[in-house]
């Protein structure tokens, strides 16, 4: 299993650009299985979640044709994705390949809504406590289909198609918003999906299906209107920049310090985290083509930060937060309310060094001066590139295990930090 060696104590200076966001990436995969014709995706970062519904859509009967480099390219721009889900042979996802990734689950929505059935294994994914999936078959029940559970498929049915409904959603859901509006998309007469999470990655979804001849309302407020229709069409789509990969890279270069323009990104897609970010004493500075990150020697100030859906501060950057607080004049408080258990990096952040406390959602961290290299495991994604960050601005060696949760959602990570003069590499076993 591949390992990452980090030698920590520089500081991050230059250029890091952003790939396109993951989070949007797979339901913009998932949405081809809506059309007969082809949707043509751009600015697709190298994943290993992206191959892995590749080949979960293939299993289902997709052709996905990769575009070659051209000379000239950028090296760090994206792909270009040709999806096409003229046949599908199969409306079976199977536990094997669900398993691996939770948001292949969201797959259900469009069989169901093009084929009139679908059955789907229940989903795996991040370790990050019980991720249930109940508001996700509400809101397709919502919509007219019949579900069942068996030997751990969902099993949905419209023989006759969706219809159109009104679904309330009692708590934010991301996954829920993405199915309800891939659902509704195809059935008859108008869906309100009230309460739908307003991330901006259901944005560019729905910016997609519109672009492909669908008629969603709404987009970017929590109330979504989408009238129905009866098929949808090929279109060309740039996936919209990662605001958790600009997020990440922001706190690293407020973690060793330094000054590195996060190209290709925007910051209106993650105010909220650069608020906290100025609170904290770094200086973050918008420009045309993305946002510059600067912190000379001064101190870091602590924040008491609570993470809530979009646009309030996302639980997919509150480990990388804690790695930064650890190092920051004083105590802050970081409450995590969309997932419990999403505090696995916290022992291994000690293991650096950092003082955390922790009482149920809210973790208290004392500030440190210094941290120190340590091996340290990677437990999820985003608890992974904590690590990963932690260990830039920790004095000595830190040996970062099981980085395979790393390359799930970070684009040539080791790369796009040691050219801004980090000490990285990976050990590849
Ligand atoms: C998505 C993101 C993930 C991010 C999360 C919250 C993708 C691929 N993943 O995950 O990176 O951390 O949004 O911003 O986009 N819930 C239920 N019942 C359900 C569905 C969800 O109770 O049927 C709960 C979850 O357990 C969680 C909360 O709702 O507590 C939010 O989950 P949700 O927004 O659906 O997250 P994901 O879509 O899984």
Not at 41 to 66: C, F, K, S, T, Y
Not at 120 to 143: F, H, N, Q
Not at 174 to 196: Q, R, W
């Amino acid at each position: 299993m591949d390992r990452i060696r980090i030698v920590g104590g520089n500081r991050l200076n230059g250029t890091i650009p952003i790939s396109g966001a993951k989070n949007a990436t797979l339901p913009l995969m998932i949405a081809s299985l809506l059309t007969a014709e082809t949707l043509i995706l751009e600015n697709v970062p190298r994943l290993a979640d992206v191959i892995q519904l590749q080949r979960i859509l293939g299993n289902h009967g997709v052709d996905i044709m990769i575009e070659g480099k051209r000379p000239g390219d950028e090296p760090a721009s994206g792909r270009t994705l040709h999806i096409s889900a003229k046949n599908i042979v199969d409306t079976t996802a199977p536990y094997e390949l669900v398993s691996t990734m939770r948001a292949s689950f969201w797959v259900i929505a469009p069989l169901l809504a093009r084929m009139g059935e679908a059955k789907v294994s229940m989903p795996g994914g991040c370790a990050i406590g019980t991720r249930p999936v109940d508001l996700l078959i509400m809101a397709l029940e919502k919509l007219g289909a019949e579900i069942e559970i068996e030997g751990g498929y969902i099993i949905a049915r419209a023989p006759n198609g969706l219809r159109g409904g009104e679904i309330i959603f009692p708590k934010v859901t991301v996954s829920g918003t993405h199915v309800a509006l891939m659902a509704a998309v195809l059935a008859k007469g108008t869906t309100v999906i009230d309460n739908a999470a307003r991330e901006p990655e259901i944005g560019d979804v729905a910016d997609c299906l519109n672009k492909m001849g669908a008629k969603v309302t709404g987009i970017g407020t929590s109330q979504l209107v989408i009238e129905g229709v009866a098929k949808l069409n090929g279109t060309r789509h740039a996936v919209l920049p990662d605001r958790i990969e600009t997020g990440t890279y922001a706190m690293a270069v407020a973690m060793t310090g330094g000054d590195v323009l996060l190209q290709n990104t925007r910051a209106d897609l993650l105010q909220s985290a650069l608020d906290v970010l100025v609170k904290t004493g770094t200086t973050v500075t918008p420009t045309n083509d993305g946002i510059r990150i600067s912190r000379n020697g001064a101190a870091l100030m602590p924040v008491d930060v609570t993470t809530a859906p979009y646009p309030e501060f996302p639980t997919d950057l509150q480990a990388q937060l804690m790695a930064l607080m650890s190092l920051a004049n004083g105590t802050s408080h970081i409450t995590e309310t969309i997932f419990e258990n999403r505090f696995m990096h916290v022992q291994e952040l000690a293991r650096l060094g950092a003082r955390i406390g922790l009482d149920g959602e809210t973790a208290t961290i004392e500030g440190v001066k210094r941290l120190r290299g340590a091996p340290v495991m990677a437990t999820d994604l985003r608890a992974s590139v904590s690590l990963v960050i932690a260990a830039l601005a920790a004095e000595g060696e830190t040996m970062v295990n099981r980085v395979y949760h790393l390359d799930r959602g970070f684009e040539k990570l080791e790369e796009k930090l040691s050219r801004c003069g980090a000490v990285i590499e990976r050990i590849s076993s």
